[in-house]
């Protein structure tokens, strides 16, 4: 590559690290921004100020923010690790057994991944106040595996197609059972699968506005999509725009730090088995 | 509103049984299948498929919520009243211009975004690949808040920073139109998806063999007839795959519409209107019906997808 | 026996603090409320200390616009939910809510004793088929906000009535803007239904008890001039840009600018304007400038009839304690109450009395105004049918540039048609 190429190719990809973060960037400054501010028509603030943070975190609004961000978390961690565990299964199953209704399962998850939630939201609704579940965190957990799931067995199954399955004959060989070589031999391989999988399905959790806004009504389980839409300002007619820009950053650092931390598991889960077609 | 991960390609190898008593082993095997698989495919179905048997049995009745008493048996009527009217299908053609532009534009851009970050040196690379995963990590309502207030009239820097456009003034009022709202909605949509199309196609370009390069270099093609001729066909496959998987989602657009515009100046979407049957007017059955519609439809263009475009999912799912 | 003394005192605190955490002898009240500044959560503090340990009221908030407000509600009460016993309702719900059955019905005496002193448009909105449904806890209104320095420059003389067209005339001669409220939400039914009224029409003539029985005022010479009004300050060169999405909040920073003249708003605008004084990110010369009056009226010797708004306190049917509840509604609306909540948290008080509180009227330099304001206060349609009517109206009234004299007509027809299950909306 010549020098004027690499030069090209370099600042290409400045190009996409500005055109990724701007957004971002746009969000936390504006949540830097004072109440007067907001509207000054510039990118930056002109005084920057934690009055946003404060109001969420220890003020007004924190009677809302602070209990929906504990849902959030609770909920999100919770439908991940139960998809995890449910998809660790039915994945080993797909990639490593020969059974009828291998097509059908994956034909099921398929088919659970297009559909539209809206058509869900409202029977589940009436389905969960009759038991009991509305405004629940399980009434919440249910219908996040029904997002997560289909992606996690379909991660999962990919990663666990590249284990090396002749050391789970080797310990069967050995005279263990199959559940055996699967506990002991093939779970310590298939660890970083599931956990690039965990990621992704935490990401998906932590995307539902949907689900969110139909399904809970109050403190006891609302996560904070759902609650950005409850903040107000000094009165019921002014905008709680700073209030919502801070919530919206707080709500980004989580899924940032792992982005951070994981990069390349996350893009080997999200593409994986199209790399190795 | 739901993000997909391209399905594996592979083709499972095939299970070389151990030798012993075959038929035992493949009882064993097929008990052990269902007991791994069988919990996860149970809540599967029950979460979606209740639901949809639930809500056909509704668009069949005329029922509002504030008055139980009075719910009557409609038959097909509900779907009569949507399909006769024009606010379904405008809500269609809302939804269709916002998946064709977006699918489209992204496809467009994230190949662009595939090639950089295929030739990017190592040294930037890292920090691309980092970025990049940023807009689909981000949670939907939080990118249309961003671009919402980005846009607006009073909170916004836009207006100001490209008023030199021409028809862009500091007086623009990006959400008091039909034509500048969807503008809106696309771009934050594109943002927000673009990264995920680019990491499948970036995927698919490491698959394109060196070999047929070098060879088509050899026989002096231009960069350009390398693209079309040898780059791209070998692609097909992940290109297809991605575009199915971002026009389903693209149809179910729901967050960014309810976040930027609620729905006013014509914005509404399949997905909306659904929503705004049932949970706001409270009309159980009429809104059933909507969201029985738009589940065919999702159906439909899945089912032209595989048909029509050969895309091969059972490949896809290395089930073959 | 000083021990034993001592061993019975610590048994009954410990009692005590049982009977107070546990909710098993204090039942607990929840109310769900709109989110405000925080009045209501201290009302409900004041209210369960009040009434010495026979209730505990606790506060569930709401999302922000009302629309959403009643949607969380209204499917908890489908559901038959026990856990509401108040909630704050905006005035143009408690109709759909006493129809479905949500509400249970207001003991005589309390009735009574609410309706004492409340301003007559508060009251109706709480009526539905003859009975009080819901109690009075604060009214909105919207006044007409000048700039004193632009009026005079006019030549308008605003201690007698003015009209929308002076209005326009007069923004547009100082090239001063107009702000009111043209975003497709309520606001602009709050701005149609005053408009409506100041011509002498009614949106809902007749409301029957099916939605077929309706019978609208939409297709009427009177409705005729109010979309005729709405259309030229929306098309006059007064309005700001983004007319069609100016929100309330987007009219109050229009009338801090400096192109400020006229604005039809809530009181809010004036407690903000003083709050950003005292932050110093306003200039106190802004606020003094500020004038008010009585809503515009839509021609000369027609009657202002400003847009009433507020809250009105409702006690769910499926409440397992609804004498308690209407005991804590009693607490709520007392008159200090309201006085407090009307300078704390700027939401002008349903009761005419509390205008004369010195508190209030130190707060408030425009409280007589406001009280004046409510006496000729008009509300929304009422109607079990609120948000489909709501609903019809945005589609055919905005962007309200476009409104014309089919709008009224076409709005009505299509009323029919979505209450009789024929259209979607």
Request: net charge negative.
């Amino acid at each position: 590559m010549s020098t004027k190429e690499k030069t090209w190719w370099w600042v290409g990809g400045v190009l996409i690290i500005l055109y990724c973060l701007f957004p971002i960037a746009w969000i936390v400054s504006l949540s830097f921004k004072t109440t007067a501010d907001l509207a000054n028509k510039s990118f930056l603030p002109s005084a920057w100020t934690w009055e946003n943070y404060s109001t969420i975190l220890t003020g007004t609004a924190s009677d809302l923010f602070l209990p929906a961000l504990r849902n959030s978390f609770g909920i999100c961690l919770i439908a991940t690790a139960i998809s995890c565990l449910l998809s660790m299964f039915a994945a080993y199953a797909i990639a490593r057994l020969d059974f009828p209704g291998k097509k059908l399962i994956l034909g099921t998850a398929l088919g659970v991944a297009i559909f539209p939630v809206i058509s869900i939201v409202t029977p589940l609704f009436n389905l969960w106040r009759q038991i009991g579940l509305y405004d629940t965190w399980p009434g919440l957990i249910i219908p996040y595996l029904s997002l997560t799931l289909p992606i996690s067995i379909w991660t999962m199954s990919a990663f666990f197609r590249e284990i090396p399955w002749e050391m789970e004959q080797a310990a069967q060989v050995d005279g263990a059972t199959t559940w055996q070589a699967f506990r002991k031999v093939i779970v310590p391989l298939a660890a970083p699968g599931v956990f690039t999988t965990a990621i992704i399905a935490f990401f998906i959790a932590w995307n539902d506005f949907a689900y969110g806004i139909s399904l809970t009504s109050t403190s006891a389980a609302r996560p904070v999509p759902a609650a950005l839409g409850l903040f107000s300002g000094a009165s019921q007619f002014q905008d709680p725009t700073g209030a919502i820009a801070a919530a919206a950053v707080i709500v980004t650092i989580p899924v940032v730090v792992l982005v951070l931390l994981f990069q390349r598991r996350i893009v080997a889960g999200l593409t994986n088995g199209a790399v190795k077609g | 509103m739901t993000q997909t991960t391209l399905p594996p390609t592979e083709k499972t190898q095939p299970v070389s049984a151990p030798r012993g008593s075959i038929s035992d082993r493949s009882r064993a095997e097929r008990k052990l299948g269902w007991l791994l698989a069988g919990p996860a495919f149970v809540v599967m179905l029950l979460v979606t498929a209740y639901p949809i048997v639930q809500a056909v049995y509704y668009s069949l009745f005329n029922y509002r919520l504030t008055d139980p008493d009075n719910r009557s048996f409609e038959g097909l009527g509900n779907y009569w009243v949507i399909l006769t009217d024009g606010v379904w299908w405008q809500a269609i053609l809302v939804t269709v211009i916002i998946t064709v532009v977006t699918v489209a534009v992204e496809l467009v851009l994230g190949f662009a975004l595939a090639l950089v970050m295929a030739k990017a040196l190592s040294s930037i690379r890292p920090v691309v690949r980092a970025a990049i995963l940023i807009p689909y990590a981000v949670i939907t309502v939080v990118s249309a808040f961003a671009w919402q207030f980005a846009f607006r009239i009073d909170t916004g820097f836009v207006n100001s920073w490209f008023a030199w456009l021409p028809g862009v003034s500091d007086t623009t009022d990006w959400f008091g139109g039909q034509a500048s709202s969807l503008f809106v909605i696309c771009l934050a949509e594109i943002w927000k998806t673009t990264p995920f199309i680019s990491l499948l196609l970036l995927a698919g370009l490491a698959q394109v063999p060196d070999v047929l390069q070098e060879a088509a270099k050899v026989d002096g093609a231009t960069w350009w007839q390398r693209m079309w001729r040898v780059t791209i066909p070998n692609m097909k496959a992940a290109i297809m795959v991605a575009l199915l998987f971002r026009t389903l989602d693209a149809f179910r657009i729901f967050d960014s519409i309810f976040i930027m515009t609620a729905g006013a100046n014509n914005t509404e979407s399949v997905s909306f209107l659904a929503y705004r049957q049932t949970i706001s007017r409270v009309e159980i059955g009429l809104g059933s019906a909507v969201s029985v519609l738009l589940f065919l439809s999702v159906v439909l263009i899945a089912f032209l997808f595989i048909k029509g475009f050969k895309v091969d999912l059972a490949q896809a799912r290395g089930e073959r | 026996m000083l021990g034993s003394a001592a061993a019975a005192a610590v048994v009954a605190s410990t009692l005590a603090a049982c009977g107070g955490g546990e909710g098993g002898s204090t039942p607990t009240l929840t109310w769900y409320i709109n989110p405000d500044s925080g009045g209501q959560a201290t009302i409900a503090e004041r209210c369960s200390e009040q009434s010495n340990g026979a209730y505990r009221i606790e506060v569930a908030q709401l999302p922000r616009d009302s629309p959403a407000q009643r949607e969380q509600l209204i499917r908890r009460l489908a559901a038959n939910d026990e856990s509401i016993d108040l909630m704050s309702l905006d005035v143009v719900f408690p109709p759909e809510f006493a129809q479905a059955g949500f509400l249970a019905p207001v003991p005589e005496d309390v009735a009574q004793e609410v309706s004492e002193g409340v301003f007559e448009g508060a009251l109706d909105s709480a009526t539905w088929n003859d009975e009080l449904v819901a109690v009075p806890f604060w009214s909105n209104t919207q006044l007409l906000w000048y700039r004193k320095s632009v009026a005079d420059a006019a030549g308008l003389d605003m201690s007698q009535p003015v009209t929308w067209d002076q209005l326009i005339e007069a923004a547009e001669g100082q090239d001063k803007l107009l702000s009111a409220q043209g975003r497709r939400s309520e606001s602009l039914m709050v701005w149609f239904n005053a408009l409506l009224e100041s011509a002498g029409g009614q949106y809902i003539v007749e409301s029957g008890e099916s939605p077929e029985d309706i019978e609208f005022g939409l297709a009427t010479p009177e409705a005729d001039r109010a979309s005729e009004v709405m259309a030229a300050v929306a098309n006059s060169s007064a309005v700001g840009a983004g007319f069609t999405t100016a929100s309330e909040d987007t009219s109050a920073s229009e009338f801090e600018s400096d192109d400020a003249g006229f604005m039809v708003n809530w009181p809010f605008v004036y407690a903000q304007a003083q709050s950003k004084v005292e932050a110093g990110t306003l200039d106190a010369s802004v606020p003094e400038d500020y004038g008010w009056a009585l809503y515009p009226a839509v021609d000369e010797g027609t009657p202002s009839a400003p847009p009433l708004g507020g809250i009105d306190i409702a006690v769910s049917a499926f409440s397992r304690n609804v004498d308690l509840a209407y005991e804590a509604v009693t607490c709520i609306v007392q008159d200090d109450n309201q006085a407090e909540y009307m300078v704390t948290n700027g939401n002008p008080a349903s009761s005419v009395a509390v205008y004369d509180d010195p508190e209030v009227q130190e707060a408030y330099p425009m409280a007589d105004t406001i009280r004046e304001s409510l006496e000729l206060a008009a509300s929304r349609p009422l109607t079990a049918y609120y948000s489909e009517v709501l609903g019809c109206f945005l589609r055919e009234f905005h962007p309200p540039g476009s409104v014309n004299d089919q709008t009224g007509e076409r709005t009505e027809t299509l009323t029919r048609a979505v209450l009789s299950g024929e259209q979607l909306l």
